[in-house]
Each structure stands twice: as C-alpha cells, then as structure tokens.
C-alpha cells in the first residue's frame, strides 16, 4: 500500500524558513517523480514543485520560485521542500503527492497517490 | 501567467448528468496538455480520478468521464449519487513540466 506521510509543518513568523518532509512507502520511490501540492484555508489547490526521480529535471511555480527548494533522498525513501522568506500567503496544507512517472516532462504524467498533508502557517 | 478556469459551482439532480468544464485563459485545451481531473470532500485529500483527457483511474466508477469538448477538458457524472458532492479540479500539464490547477468545481447533488 503506497503511504506518503508529511511532517515538519507549524507556526513561522513571516521572512523565517521551514523545512517540510514527506516519508514514502509501498512502492519503489526512485522510480518515480514527486510533487509538493498546497492548498490555503478554504482556498482551492496549487501545484508547488515538482521533482524527477533522479532530480534531473525540477520545477516551481511562479509564486514560489526563488524562495523555495524541492529536494529527495533515494536512500531514504524521503521527500523535502525548504521554504524560505515565507510569506503570509504561503499559509496552507501543504501535499504529498506520488507521480505516475519517472520525470515530471514525461507524457502522461499524472498525480495518482496523495499524503494527507501538513499545515503550514506563517504569522507574526 | 496562465490561468485555468472551471465553473465555480454547479448543481445536479440525483441520477442525472453534469458536466464540468477546464478551459485556458488564451488558447485551447487539447490531449497534449493530458488533462486530468481530481476529487476533494471537505477535510480529505484529493483523489484521483481522470488522467490523460479521459483514462479512469483504478476504482473510480464508470460514470465519471473525461473528454474535449470543443476548446476544453471536460468531466461528465453520468448517474450522479449523494457522495458525489464534492470539489473537483482539473489539472493541466505545462511546458517543462509545469503543472497548473484549475479555479474548481463545487458539484452539490440535490
């Protein structure tokens, strides 16, 4: 059974830095491409970053570039996503998300399993 | 930037049909954007439905369909049931890999 299990979320005052993780079992992880999804409160979701199985090929969105890192470790079947200069509205549940994949270009890609996410607040 | 936009709610009588739509701000959806569809229920994760414009995937009932039509992606509930009541959103894969979530859906099955 594929498990993703995030941690590392919390209260952070604005322009501090968070390190969130995602632990992943059930399936061979260096054969697939991760992804870093959130959703603000009562808000819809929002791709993050995505990641290769190999990190080869990575990406981000706009309102993220810059300030934040995706980041896994084969070895330890782990996922990261460093987030600095947070912002107010970097305030959400952050997800991870398992790819069909192995790199996040290839055809057909899709998300097919989902961790149950941890929250992130940033307020002074 | 690019803006991917659905009906902001719609509602359906149970045992009949909706459909929700997944269109760009400037150009046409197609098959090569892979078009795929997720469900949410309030206080739950996402969950898989469509990929590849109109692939169900595993355990996902046969009334759900993925499709184009005209300039857009569409998902059909055909036989909708209470549990159906729901947010859905459609996912659009970008240059580079860039992945991009559409406004959303809110289904009510009344």
């Known amino acids: 059974e594929v498990q993703l299990v995030e941690s590392g979320g919390g209260l952070v005052q604005p322009g501090r830095s968070l390190r969130l993780s995602c632990a992943a079992s059930g399936f061979t992880f260096d054969d697939y491409a991760m992804h870093w999804v959130r959703q603000a409160p009562g808000k819809g979701l929002e791709w993050v970053s995505g990641?290769?199985?190999?990190?080869?090929?990575?990406g981000y969105a706009d309102s993220v570039k810059g300030r934040f890192t995706i980041s896994r470790d084969n070895a330890k079947n782990s996922l990261y996503l460093q987030m600095n200069s947070l912002r107010a509205e970097d305030t959400a549940l952050y997800y991870c998300?398992?790819?069909?994949?192995?790199?996040?270009?290839?055809?057909?890609?899709?998300?097919?399993?989902w961790g149950q996410g941890t929250l992130v607040t940033v307020s002074s | 930037q690019t803006v991917v936009t659905q009906e902001p709610s719609l509602s359906v009588s149970p045992g009949g049909t909706v459909t929700l739509t997944c269109g760009l701000s400037?150009?046409?959806?197609?098959?090569?954007?892979?078009p795929s569809w997720y469900q949410q229920t309030p206080g739950q994760a996402p969950r898989t439905l469509i990929y590849?414009?109109?692939t169900r995937s595993s355990g996902v009932p046969e009334r759900f369909s993925g499709s184009i039509l005209g300039n857009k992606a569409a998902l059909t509930i055909t036989g909708a049931q209470a549990d159906d009541d729901s947010d859905y959103y459609c996912v659009l894969y970008m240059l580079g890999g860039i992945r991009v979530f559409g406004t959303g859906t809110k289904v009510t099955v009344l």
């Open positions: 590849s414009t109109s």
């Open positions: 400037s150009g046409s959806v197609s098959t090569t954007y892979y």
């Open positions: 998300v398992k790819d069909s994949r192995m790199t996040i270009t290839a055809d057909y890609s899709h998300f097919d399993y």
């Open positions: 990641i290769s199985w190999n990190s080869g090929s990575i």
